[in-house]
């Protein structure tokens, strides 16, 4: 079976996800929302691995290299973590901002961030 289609591969769990679309957001709002609190879980789980798995100074890049490994596309990988490098910019500019680390961020704060656009 796909990975895609196996839940317990999403990080985001169902309750989050009915969270963001319980939210008084448009749907362009909730959609981005979901993107920056998926990118954002996968942030987390990242900065929690500390089994130093990751041989080289960039372990976003090698988590995606790992992930596109399913797939056997390369193109896949550049794409993933060219986006998730995006916004993890952008969550740590804003992190700082709201005075947190992106450990620390939660769906409200990520609100916030999309209402602010």
């Known amino acids: 079976m796909s990975n895609h ?6 990080p985001l769990n169902i309750e989050t996800i009915q969270e963001i679309d319980n ?3 448009s749907i362009m709002q ?7 609190a998926h990118c954002l879980q996968i942030l987390k789980i990242i900065n929690a691995d500390n ?9 976003l890049r090698e988590w ?4 596109s490994k399913k797939f056997d596309d390369k193109k896949f990988s550049n794409l993933f ?11 740590s500019t ?3 901002k709201i005075g ?16 602010q656009r």
């Open 5 to 10: 289609l196996d839940p317990m591969s999403n």
């Open 23 to 25: 939210l008084d957001l």
């Open 30 to 36: 909730k959609h981005h929302l979901r993107i920056l």
């Open 51 to 59: 089994s130093l798995e990751y041989q080289n100074k960039n372990p």
């Open 64 to 67: 995606c290299d790992n992930q």
């Open 81 to 91: 973590y060219e986006q998730l490098e995006s916004t993890s910019k952008k969550l």
């Open 94 to 96: 804003f992190s700082k």
């Open 100 to 115: 947190k680390s992106i450990e620390d961020l939660e769906i409200d704060d990520l609100v916030l961030l999309v209402e």
